[in-house]
């Protein structure tokens, strides 16, 4: 049966639901509009809290992406329409002619060097010009030119025609026509994502009328390195060195004056910190200020983020909304009047101003929705139910990213898996594994043969051979010795190079290979599936980049660029010369998860791998299943939490694949990936369970604490005990005529400097439940930032307009609680506009404690060799692409357990491990990488350096020989352990000393 | 804490040291003591590993040699597991470099009792050799030292002792301490739960004034501090010498590698290699790599290096090996406010990461990565 399903989008949401499935070994098509995959986030310069760089972290995924044996990619294609038939969808789907043959395009950029046609650079906002033959940006996927076709000159008056003269792998095709394909899916992922406010519609920030006013994403083109400025920063008006920077946030969010955005973006709050971090990073004498309305840091380590911009990088945060900005006609500076937090009218200048502008449903997208028949909510996201994230009301239709509300790269990378595993469900079994294994043809043995080192060198069209004399070089290798043939190729990648290399390795007897051209990131597995198709093994290939780290940086002198093209080979045949055949480990994978936690994340986690027919070992060390939910009453949107949580329940307790382990101990997890063994107690007996992957959904728990009177006065309660207070319709909300809710208690400072997220949305709720049962009653909320994130802000603003009075306090001016009686108090606050201190005099306080992390991580991080972060939540492989993997594989997080979330967060976090624990149980063999650590035992002196050093947990210390031995399947290769090793007892194949120390030998000769 | 064995009132310092390594064998605390012994008719101080009580007698950590670092004879009595209890007594450079061989898994401290002692330095052995054949009673020898090393009489001591800054034992399970205090008492510093629980019923009195002690450790360290040297302005110069014959490597206590890779074979070196090298440089020193050499070697022991001057000592060209490791290793160890055996529980930097390290050497204005 054809197990296909349809992605549409292909930014990081998109790109990850195809990855995920395809690695479930699920056909995927994908389909983009743009003619390349990567969305928005390809054009942003540095992701926050890490400030690792966008494109490096993005580029591997879309090339796996693209290189995926499941995957086929369609790009400038559209929806045209869909019918669903017989519980499948018929898609057709409209290519729109490129006017570049995607096969023969080698992106070797001649055509666009000699393009005489200017056009706007879209994907640098328009910035700078791009030519009319383009690819937006070096590394895109697919690394595939495209013809503007309203300018370009051949196509809109039959003249010019130069493209494809001058093209030399012939690709350009001006009768290219638009095509439709009709197709048939399983199931449909939207990812169609979203398009940034136009701030042209708030005309008094002078957007497209001053020069220096930019959007948050324009100003991000700048910062990067790749963009029209190379990353300088200049003011667009006179490309002066700006000194002054002014960050104005919620444009076009929290916004209803200017349309229908009365929701919260979620991630500008961010976006500005880090841009204001990485102007400093770039030039030390740029200021920036941000003017906020509540600083929403509410993810893991944001906090600490914004904090280091404050004390770091002088980031100066002013809470104030900005009406107008003005300009000054000669010097083009902006003048912005604002009003400061205690009352007194500032003016200020500024070189340039960012608009940290929000995102939107565009139109096109909610059409297509509608199309489907998906409903709507009144911003046009596709809201889901907090129990079924990803999910809409037509089956088989599924939703991730921004669609479903505003959200950070990382969110719309979980709910991208939580899709795959929607989407994915009833299409796999135990029984059909996905991993096909390609036949290969019998290898020849080299180790007997004297070496026959062949040597191709190439042109890259252009791009290698107008710099660096090939010829010559070609004339040199064959000079050095073992080297039989050595030949030149226009392009080494195309498929009759790659036939020809083939021929001659078999024609010559050669058993290793030197492709001098470009980088290995772009063509290594093209030359190796040749060696495969000649018999050779494939690691028998030695790739050198004359072009990337040569051609391309020395075009002034091409004598010397051929010097060094010569000395570049040179070194890899004397590389080439110690290659061995390498091979990748298989090992057969147990197919059961374990999952490790019995609340909300565990239960749904357990859940989805279970309705896929594998098997679930369910833990949970408390009598009985629920977890914290067991302690909720209502939700926002509401929801009936007591009939959603009794169903979950009763569905595993009755799910036949799933076994569970009430008040249970694990005493120690042994194995890796595909192989782990758990033993455990449950009521006392002990227990021992074979599993394939781990799923950790510990859990957290509410913060115990003793301040403003908690513990000693029973009017002193948290929220979550006024939310049964509520409930119960307890008798003592008699005497309660007003209310105070201190947020942030404990929290954001101190030893919990972090945002446990939820408080915030749980005060908002409770005033809701409290002004629908009891209206008259008086309820204020001391807050630091009301962080009321994405769809909730809409709540906060229903809150207010139910009378809820909302006071704001700074962290070193606290509210100070006196109580004078019990169920009596009198709160002074510190009002800045007022400049004194106001009384608030209350009967009930209800405080938001935020959650703490469980002591027992620190023993489930140990036994799974994992890492927590310093606030003892487990810390993720990597903050952005990786939210809900470990570097160890086979072992997932998801929940609490990974930092404070809501309901429906913990939720698409569970589904999303699943589909990750999936794309392992579902194969019936994992393979290791043939480049893997190596341990000479006769050298190891069995210090551990290497054991410490080792972020995978694949090194342990025998304990019987004292030695270090490596767990191939769990060693990537990464070489941490090699550089450690002081006694050079560990290799990495394909990498060895031997192999590096005779690399060198050869250049410094 | 500085305790007093109560009833104990012996002749001078060796003599109390000598007393409680008795008492541990009499008592049968341990099973064995690795004591520095003089030999009747040899001209040195050797270790030796001592069972019977009686044997104790001539037993001379205080002679002012250092014959090898102990921390060596460490590994090879640890080497495999025994369940024999040993009192180590150990210089306080000793004791450091066995601390970090502990972290690195080469020494196992599970039957091993610690037992430092303030050092007053030595000289060197060949030097010590020449001197005490003059001397007609060895152990007067040793006391006279003592007594011109409290009396701040300047002894030619081995260069490397001269700026030594950590003479007294602070991190052994038991510091038997006498700078400044009492030649009739035997005091020691209980540093571990190990050390306290060696000496559980052993009557002690508290220390309560050890004023003298500490001003006279002050003293000292402000001189040696002064000594000290920052920096090395001719170090290719004082590298020339070397013949390569790893006679440092193979003394060192904190090189452990069981094959080096620094040996030319290790490196595959071919013969035809050395010709390439010599005609694209004109000429190359032979034996080649020495620079290379002591630089991987600082790179690789600079950390855990305890500065005990072993190498210098066994340098057959005088090179002032001491000092170049104690200015490079310096350097590396303040990088990363780590000393060498200061603390069992103070992790090794080359294993641990902490994002704020080394921040001096990157430069905020330049954009890292793309």
């Not at chain 1, 639901?17 to 990567?38: F, H, R, S, Y």
């Not at chain 1, 290939?541 to 780290?549: F, G, H, K």
């Not at chain 2, 009499?26 to 012994?37: F, G, I, M, T, Y």
Request: net charge negative; charged share 25%; hydrophobic share 35%.
């Amino acid at each position: 049966m054809d197990r296909r399903i349809l992605v549409i989008g292909g930014g990081i949401s998109g790109v990850q639901a195809g990855l995920d499935l395809a690695q479930m070994g699920i056909q995927v098509t994908l389909v983009e509009e743009k003619p390349n995959i990567g969305g928005r986030m390809a054009q942003l310069d540095k992701t926050f809290p890490t400030n690792d760089c966008s494109t490096c972290i993005l580029s591997p995924k879309l090339v796996e992406l693209a290189s995926h044996s499941n995957v086929d990619i369609f790009t400038c294609s559209s929806i045209e329409d869909v019918v669903k038939l017989d519980e499948r969808f018929q898609a057709r789907i409209r290519k729109r002619a490129r006017f570049v043959d995607e096969e023969k395009c080698t992106a070797c950029g001649v055509c666009a060097e000699k393009c005489p046609v200017k056009v706007s650079d879209l994907f640098n906002k328009s910035i700078t010009t791009s030519k009319c033959i383009s690819i937006p940006y070096a590394q895109a996927v697919p690394a595939v030119y495209k013809i503007d076709k309203e300018y370009c000159l051949y196509l809109t008056n039959g003249k010019c025609g130069i493209c494809k003269k001058v093209c030399p792998a012939d690709a350009i095709d001006y009768e290219q026509k638009d095509t439709i394909e009709a197709m048939d899916f399983n199931s449909i992922i939207i990812a169609t994502g979203t398009e940034e406010f136009t701030p042209q519609i708030r005309p008094e920030y002078g957007y497209k009328v001053y020069e220096n006013v930019l959007t948050s994403i324009e100003y991000e083109r700048f910062l990067s390195a790749s963009g029209p400025t190379n990353g300088q920063i200049v003011r667009p008006s006179d490309g002066k060195l700006p000194s002054q920077i002014a960050f104005i946030q919620c444009v076009g969010s929290r916004d209803v004056a200017s349309g229908n955005y009365g929701y919260c973006s979620s991630y500008c709050c961010m976006q500005a910190t880090k841009d204001a971090i990485i102007t400093k990073e770039h030039n030390l004498t740029i200021d920036s200020t941000i003017f906020y309305i509540d600083i929403r840091a509410y993810g893991k380590d944001f906090d600490k983020f914004v904090d280091r911009a404050k004390t770091e990088y002088g980031v100066k945060y002013i809470k104030s909304r900005i009406s107008e900005i003005l300009e000054a006609p000669d010097t083009k500076n902006l003048i912005i009047k604002y009003i400061t937090p205690d009352g007194k009218i500032r003016i200020e200048e500024f070189d340039l101003v960012i608009l940290s502008v929000g995102i939107r449903i565009p139109d096109k997208s909610k059409n297509l929705l509608r199309g489907l028949g998906v409903e709507l909510d009144e911003y046009g996201f596709c809201r889901c139910s907090t129990f079924q994230p990803g999910e809409t009301n037509v089956d088989g239709v599924y939703v991730c990213g921004t669609v479903t509300g505003p959200m950070d790269i990382p969110e719309a990378v979980v709910s991208a898996g939580a899709a795959a595993s929607l989407a994915a469900r009833g299409l796999l079994s135990p029984d059909t594994s996905s991993e096909i294994m390609a036949e290969k043809p019998g290898e020849v043995d080299t180790e007997a043969k004297p070496l026959n080192i062949g040597v191709i060198v190439c042109h890259c069209g252009t791009n290698i051979a107008s710099v660096v004399d090939v010829p010559s070089v070609v004339e040199f290798s064959r000079s050095l010795p073992n080297v039989k043939f050595a030949h030149e190729l226009l392009y080494a990648c195309s498929q009759d190079s790659i036939r020809l290399i083939i021929n001659k390795i078999k024609e010559h007897d050669l058993n290793r290979i030197v492709v001098a051209s470009c980088s290995p990131r772009t063509h290594e597995s093209t030359f190796q599936s040749g060696l495969e198709k000649a018999g050779l093994n494939k690691y028998l290939l030695q790739m050198t980049n004359i072009r990337d780290q040569c051609s391309w940086v020395h075009q002034n002198t091409p004598e010397l660029a051929t010097q060094k093209a010569k000395d570049l080979v040179r070194m890899a045949v004397g590389k080439s010369r110690y290659l061995e055949p390498l091979y990748e480990l298989y090992s057969d994978v147990n197919k059961a998860c374990l999952v490790i936690g019995g609340g909300i994340a565990g239960m749904t986690a357990a859940l989805f791998v279970a309705d896929n027919g594998y098997q679930v070992y369910l833990i949970e060390k408390e009598s009985e299943l629920g977890g914290n939910l067991l302690k909720i009453s209502y939700l926002l949107p509401e929801e009936d939490i007591v009939l959603a949580l009794q169903r979950l329940i009763r569905r595993i307790e009755e799910h036949p694949l799933i076994e569970l382990f009430l008040n249970a101990n694990i005493k120690d997890i042994k194995g890796y990936v595909g192989n782990f063994t758990t033993n455990f107690t449950t009521n006392d007996e002990e227990k021992s369970a074979e599993h394939g992957t781990v799923i950790v959904a510990t859990g957290a728990r509410e913060h115990e604490t003793e301040s403003y009177g908690y513990k000693t006065d029973p009017y002193v309660v948290t929220q979550r005990e006024f939310e049964t207070v509520l409930k119960n319709k307890n008798p003592l909300m008699k005497y309660v005529n007003s209310i105070a809710m201190i947020q942030c208690v404990d929290s954001r400072e101190g030893e919990r400097n972090y945002c446990s997220r939820v408080c915030c949305g749980q005060a908002i709720k409770n005033i809701l439940q409290l002004k629908k049962d009891y209206p008259d009653k008086d309820v204020y909320v001391l807050y630091r930032d009301m962080r009321t994130y994405g769809l909730r802000e809409p709540y906060y603003a229903v809150a207010r307009e139910a009378g809820a009075l909302f006071l704001r306090y700074e962290k070193d001016r606290k509210p100070v609680v006196e109580k004078i009686e019990q169920g009596n108090f009198k709160i002074k606050l510190f009002n800045e506009i007022l400049g004194k201190d106001i009384y608030l005099p209350v009967q009930l306080i209800v405080l938001s404690v935020g959650i703490d992390s469980l002591e027992t991580n620190g023993q489930v991080a140990k036994m799974l060799k994992v890492p927590l972060n310093e606030d003892g939540f487990f810390n993720e492989a990597h903050v952005k692409l990786r939210p809900v993997d470990f570097s160890t594989s086979g072992v997932f997080v998801c929940g609490m357990a990974h930092g404070p979330k809501h309901i429906d967060e913990s939720i698409v976090q569970a589904i999303a491990t699943a589909a990750h624990a999936l794309t392992i149980v579902t194969r019936d063999k994992i393979s290791s990488e043939a480049y893997t650590a190596s341990v000479d035992e006769s050298r190891c002196s069995g210090c551990g350096l290497c054991v410490e050093v080792c972020v995978f947990g694949a090194i342990e210390i025998d304990e019987e020989s004292e030695r270090a031995g490596v767990n191939t399947l769990l060693c990537k290769g990464c070489g941490t352990c090699v550089a450690a090793c002081f006694s050079s007892a560990i290799d990495l194949r394909g990498f060895t000393n031997k192999q590096i120390i005779n690399e060198f030998q050869e250049l410094f000769l | 804490m500085l305790q007093m064995l109560k009833g104990i009132k012996a002749k001078n310092h060796l003599e109390s040291i000598k007393y409680f390594l008795r008492y541990l064998l009499q008592e049968k605390r341990v099973d064995a003591v690795l004591v520095p012994k003089r030999h009747p008719n040899g001209r040195s101080v050797s270790h030796a590993l001592i069972t019977d009580p009686l044997n104790t007698e001539g037993s001379d950590p205080l002679a002012p040699v250092q014959t090898v670092n102990a921390a060596c004879i460490l590994k090879e009595l640890t080497k495999e597991p025994t369940d024999k209890k040993i009192a180590v007594v150990l210089r306080p450079c000793e004791v450091r470099a066995a601390i970090e061989l502990i972290k690195i898994k080469q020494v196992s401290d599970e039957n091993l009792y610690m037992i430092g002692y303030d050092c007053p330095g030595v000289y060197d052995a060949k030097e010590y050799m020449n001197i005490i054949e003059k001397e007609e009673d060895r152990e007067k020898f040793t006391l006279k030292y003592i007594e011109a090393f409290l009396s701040d009489k300047k002894e030619e001591i081995r260069e490397s002792c001269s700026y030594c800054m950590y003479f007294t034992a602070d991190s052994a399970d038991i510091n038997m301490a006498w700078i400044g205090l009492n030649s009739s008492d035997l005091v020691i510093g209980v540093n571990t739960e190990k050390g306290k629980k060696l000496i559980n019923d052993l009557e002690t009195e508290e220390i309560s004034d050890s004023s003298r002690r500490k001003e006279k450790i002050g003293m000292i360290s402000t001189g040696r501090k002064q000594i000290q040297k920052d920096r090395i302005d001719n170090f290719l110069d004082l590298i020339q010498p070397c013949i390569r014959c790893y006679n440092c490597r193979e003394v060192c206590p904190l090189c452990y590698c069981k094959e080096c890779l620094l040996e030319p074979e290790k490196m595959g070196y071919s013969s035809v290699r050395y010709m390439n090298r010599a005609i694209k440089k004109k000429q190359i020193k032979m034996p080649d790599d020495t620079v290379l050499y002591h630089l991987t070697k600082i790179n690789h022991m600079g950390y855990s290096c305890v500065s005990c001057g072993i190498c210098e000592q066994a340098c057959p060209m005088d090179i002032p090996l001491g000092m170049i490791y104690n200015v490079f290793s310096r350097k590396i160890q303040a990088l990363f406010d780590y000393v060498p055996g200061r603390s069992r529980d103070e992790e090794l930097p080359v294993t641990t990461f902490r994002e704020e390290e080394l921040s001096e050497v990157e430069d905020i204005q330049q954009p890292r990565g793309k």
